[in-house]
């Protein structure tokens, strides 16, 4: 059974640095893309970016490039989000998933809030 | 930048047929794969339509996609409404091998 698998909700403030993860099980890690989605408060989905555990090439929206890393360790087939200096307005529920064609398997959300 | 254009939401009855509709706002929207997801609250999103019109297994025949090139859109149709059908829908395609979401439509089922 294909699972991906979130870690859990963070309460950070404003500048401080995160990294969530997403744990993939059931099929090889390797051989398909995965994205993260962000969905802030009320709000629709929208798409960040995707990287390929194989070889770690990695894409992103322009909207958030220069603005998250994306990043994996295939060694134990987990996928990262990660921020450098977070804002109020990252506050949001990100979702990863796995791409075939389109996105197929999703985690379970993780929800950051960002908050002085 | 390419754009996907969802009604903001729409209604029907128990029983009935919806359409929900995604219109590219350029280029041929079957150039690339439209896939839809259903969002109920409080939960992470599931596929129920990739590659424009294949059903996960799982997803019931109820549910159906379609491409239509002359109008640059895409539909998702849901057959036989019933009250679990509730949801935010969001079709999803690519630009340049990124992806785009259109801006979901609120399915109420009365």
């Known amino acids: 059974e294909v699972q991906l698998v979130q870690s859990g909700a963070e309460v950070k403030k404003p500048g401080e640095s995160l990294k969530i993860s997403c744990k993939g099980s059931g099929y090889s890690f390797t051989s398909y893309w995965i994205g993260w989605v962000r969905q802030m408060p009320g709000k629709g989905l929208e798409w960040m970016g995707i990287i390929y555990p194989g070889d770690s090439d990695t894409r992103y929206s322009p909207s958030f490039q220069g603005q998250v890393t994306i990043s994996a360790d295939k060694s134990i087939s987990t996928a990262y989000l990660q921020w450098s200096s977070l804002k109020a307005s990252d506050t949001a529920m990100y979702y990863c998933?796995?791409?075939?064609?389109?996105?197929?398997?999703w985690g379970q959300g993780t929800l950051v809030t960002v908050s002085s | 930048n390419f754009m996907l254009t969802q009604p903001h939401s729409v209604s029907e009855s128990p029983g009935k047929t919806v359409t929900i509709s995604c219109t590219g706002s350029s280029g041929s929207i079957a150039s690339n794969y439209v896939q839809w997801y259903q969002q109920r609250p409080g939960s992470a999103p599931t596929t129920v339509i990739y590659?424009?019109?294949?059903?996960p297994s799982g997803v019931p025949d109820r549910f159906s996609g379609s491409i239509d090139s002359s109008s640059n859109s895409a539909s998702l149709t849901i057959s036989g409404l019933k009250t679990e059908d509730e949801a935010d829908y969001y079709c999803?395609?690519?630009?340049?091998?990124?992806?785009?979401f259109g801006g979901g439509t609120k399915l109420t089922v009365l």
């Open positions: 999803q395609s690519y630009d340049s091998s990124r992806g785009v």
């Open positions: 590659e424009d019109n294949q059903r």
């Open positions: 998933a796995r791409q075939k064609t389109g996105f197929d398997y």
